[in-house]
């Protein structure tokens, strides 16, 4: 047998839905205005109803005051059905539509009545105020009911006082007004609760439309997810509104960008001053996989616009990677040259086995000689001008590599560098960058050198690398500089236009700069100072007098 289908119990409740609780609200929003406006509306109806019908009752019965004849005939004729003033009672009050027209003489004893069986008896009510020469309006029982009432005196030719005219509207009449009116006042309500129907219905949809039809709870799900990733992920996220100002930023981005919360709602700008970072992140610099410098930091910047006019800029630390590439340069020109040493070395070898065959010892003693003393001179010619050893490694390798592109690369004379470096890795991408940018330069030139200084002027260290390639033309010697900008095929493993920008932002960290002119005698000469590069130990007279000669010839 097949299990019984479980039972679908009915829930009531709230709907889900953004679109269905919205719509349900604004429905009984409009509902309850509509019923408040209406009660607020029939409320002081009645009021004025009746307050019209004492009004229309006071001006028949001032009507009937202001006839002449009628407080004559008052005067000099009995109470009588078939009297003057009964007639003319009730003449009015089938002209005005009254319920009845009283006229009675100062005792209170009517001379007319709609019930010609009540003319000759007193009156019902107190006449006293109209009596007195006070009109009176107000809501009272009678003989035939109640009614809207109005009562004036009546007075003779001398203007004496010689009765009052009590006039009643049926207030039957009143109410039958007020119910007659309400159909009409519920059918302008109803309608305008159709028109909030559809303008809810109108809202709502629109509403569903931008929200995906999704619940409250599913919104809120999404949102906490939202920052759990945003501040989960390792690449940095930005997103800026239609105005160009930054309105979200994750851990990473502030991390990278090196800025906290207070950029939030400031231009990026604003938050992180000109430069192309603020280019980029703007949009005023277009592409894909946008390289850019900040602080030591190589960052690939992608920007994507949004519907609302905004953007959202994703932020990839790529400094280790373009570290690791650079040294995976490094590691190529290394085996390239450690390859064509070894070409050359079986040459040699080869060369030094004919020579002892040929018994031609002394030759083959020199021949070595000669071998081993050109790589010694290179290494001890740098060891004895750079003091620190990772620099030093540095020169000597990439000499061997210059050696081997057919680049000589020399140490000038004036190089004195002790062992103090207060940053030796930041030297060492600086010298690093700027001397494989000049063998680039120089490289398939007749007669190419390149030539290194390294001196110091006081804590300061200043370095120059010399080349003679093309140079650098005046209006390009800025835009070297620039993260981005290269004149180079992009390596293998990334971009170009990295690494002079990384040099001019590490000198400028330690407050100095980095420049290019002409080399004396052709090419281009860079010069980097750094300032506080030396601790405050004091310089060892060997290395420090070399320098201070240095710096006299160059003044003189």
Not at 87 to 95: H, S, T, Y
Not at 101 to 128: A, Y
Not at 291 to 303: C, D, I, K, S
Not at 307 to 332: C, F, K
């Amino acid at each position: 047998m097949s299990p019984t289908p479980p039972v679908r119990r009915l829930r009531l409740g709230m709907p889900r839905r953004v679109f269905s609780q919205i719509l349900l609200m604004q429905l009984a929003i409009a509902a309850g205005v509509v019923v408040l406006a209406t009660g607020l509306f029939l409320a002081p109806l009645s009021d004025q109803l009746d307050d019209q019908a004492m009004r229309r009752a006071l001006a028949i019965a001032q009507t009937t005051a202001a006839v002449p004849q009628i407080a004559e005939d008052l005067q000099h004729t009995p109470p009588s059905v078939d009297g003057p003033v009964q007639q003319a009672a009730e003449r009015i009050r089938k002209a005005s539509g009254a319920e009845y027209v009283v006229v009675m003489d100062v005792r209170g004893t009517r001379w007319s009545h709609t019930e010609p069986q009540e003319v000759g008896g007193h009156v019902s009510t107190d006449p006293s105020d109209a009596l007195a020469g006070r009109d009176v309006m107000e809501i009272d029982n009678g003989t035939l009911g109640r009614s809207a009432r109005g009562k004036v005196p009546l007075r003779d030719g001398g203007d004496r006082i010689v009765g009052a005219v009590s006039v009643g509207i049926e207030y039957d009449s009143v109410r039958a007004r007020l119910i007659h009116a309400i159909p009409g006042l519920f059918a302008y309500a109803g309608g305008a609760l159709a028109v909030g129907a559809l303008a809810a219905w109108l809202i709502s949809r629109r509403v569903q439309r931008q929200t995906r039809d999704l619940a409250f709870s599913d919104i809120s799900a999404l949102l906490s997810e939202r920052e759990a990733m945003l501040h989960g992920i390792r690449e940095g996220v930005v997103a800026l509104d239609r105005a160009g100002r930054v309105r979200l930023l994750n851990d990473e981005a502030q991390r990278l960008l090196g800025i906290g919360d207070e950029a939030v709602g400031r231009s990026p700008d604003e938050a992180l001053g000109e430069g192309r970072t603020s280019d980029v992140l703007a949009g005023r610099v277009t592409g894909t996989d946008l390289v850019t410098v900040r602080g030591q930091r190589v960052l690939v910047v992608n920007r994507m616009p949004t519907d609302d006019g905004g953007a959202v800029a994703t932020l990839r630390d790529r400094t280790e990677l373009e570290q690791l590439g650079r040294e995976l340069d490094s590691t190529h020109g290394l085996i390239d040259a450690l390859r064509a040493q070894d070409h050359e070395h079986a040459n040699r070898m080869h060369t030094l086995l004919g020579l002892l065959e040929l018994e031609m010892y002394d030759d083959a003693v020199e021949f070595v000689g000669e071998v081993v003393g050109d790589h010694r001179a290179t290494a001890e010619q740098v060891t004895e001008k750079i003091g620190d050893p990772l620099l030093a490694a540095l020169l000597v390798g990439k000499a061997t590599v210059a050696a081997e592109r057919g680049v000589a690369l020399g140490i000038s004379e004036g190089t004195r560098l002790p062992d103090r470096l207060v940053d030796p890795r930041g030297l060492v991408t600086v010298v690093g960058n700027l001397v494989d940018n000049a063998l680039d330069a120089v490289a398939g030139t007749p007669h190419a050198r390149v030539e290194v200084e390294l001196r110091t002027e006081g804590r300061s260290a200043v370095l120059r690398v010399r080349d003679t390639g093309p140079g650098v033309p005046a209006e390009q010697r800025e835009l070297i500089f620039t993260e981005g900008w290269s004149t180079k095929k992009p390596p293998a493993h990334g971009k170009r236009g990295i690494g002079l920008s990384l040099v001019r932002r590490l000198a400028e960290r330690q407050g100095g700069g980095a420049s290019v002119s002409d080399a004396h005698g052709g090419g281009a000469e860079f010069t980097v100072v750094l300032p506080e590069a030396l601790t405050e130990a004091e310089l060892e007279p060997a290395l420090a007098a070399p320098a201070q000669s240095t710096a006299e010839k160059e003044t003189r």
